[in-house]
């Protein structure tokens, strides 16, 4: 049963602590993903519209690959899944494989949410030059193939936002309800928000850039304060793009969870 306005009282067994512990095992996967591109230097021909002129195709190397994975991945179905966002959703091939259903959990607008153009933007603009060394080593297929990594870990972490909004919107609907037939976007950032969350998230993330990026030596234990990402930028990611990113896509889909 779809969870619209009429229907909240769905028993998917959906929890606030379920979709937390979601977002935590997802950190896992984005520090990692950030330390594998970070075994690559910068590599600019990568994103040059200029480099490699390949025939038919007017763009960087990372856009040819995110375009033609993101098309093979479509045809075995990974964005019928609703966890799922591609980067250029136009004219994208349709699943060849049997349509899964899945639990129906999101009110059917979520469809309509796709901010990865900011995310996109986020990454390659402001976050990748401060995590990867400057030079060049020609592996640019590589580097594109670990930037695809870090940008779908990302964009599925900040899309989790649909579902953190509707178990916050289930279990406090009447606070909800008045702010979102307002439209407005104050009062609802201000339910939607725990600040103690959020600093114990920049806190662990930080913690985990160390554990997993540090160089261990069996004996006398790891290089201490050398890490393979700084855990400094990666709790930077979180608290100046990750969580207000995710938080805009709660509040988008709130502001259409009543139509
Ligand atoms: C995701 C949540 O909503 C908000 C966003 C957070 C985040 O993106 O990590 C953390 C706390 C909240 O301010 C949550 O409450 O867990």
């Not at 607008?109 to 990867?132: E, R």
Request: one cysteine or more; a negative charge; hydrophobic letters at 40%.
């Amino acid at each position: 049963m779809a969870a619209n306005a009429e229907s909240n009282n769905v028993d998917d067994g959906l929890t606030l602590q379920m979709v937390r512990d979601s977002l935590i095992r997802q950190e896992d996967t984005i520090v990692f993903s950030l330390i594998e591109r970070a075994r690559f230097p910068f590599n600019s021909p990568t994103y040059h519209p200029s480099y490699g002129s390949v025939p038919g195709f007017c763009g960087s190397v990372v856009e040819l690959f995110v375009k033609q994975t993101e098309a093979v991945q479509a045809t075995a179905g990974r964005f019928e899944n609703p966890e799922e966002h591609p980067f250029f959703p136009d004219n994208l091939p349709p699943s060849l494989v049997p349509h899964y259903k899945y639990p129906e959990v999101l009110h059917p607008a979520a469809m309509s949410i796709n901010i990865n153009k900011a995310v996109w933007d986020m990454y390659f603009n402001k976050l990748l030059p401060l995590f990867v060394a400057p030079g060049d080593d020609g592996n640019y297929a590589s580097t594109a193939a670990r930037d695809l990594e870090c940008l779908q870990a990302l964009s599925r972490r900040i899309h989790y936002g649909k579902l953190v909004a509707e178990v916050k919107f289930r279990d406090e609907q009447k606070d909800y309800e008045p702010p979102i037939r307002a439209r407005d976007r104050d009062t609802l950032l201000s339910l939607l928000t725990f600040a103690d969350v959020e600093e114990a998230v920049k806190k662990r993330v930080a913690k985990k850039a160390m554990t997993f990026g540090q160089d261990l030596k069996l004996g006398d234990g790891g290089e201490k304060g050398k890490y393979k990402v700084d855990p400094a930028v990666v709790s930077g990611l979180y608290g100046d793009w990750v969580i207000p990113l995710t938080k805009e896509v709660e509040i988008e889909y709130l502001l259409r969870r009543l139509d």
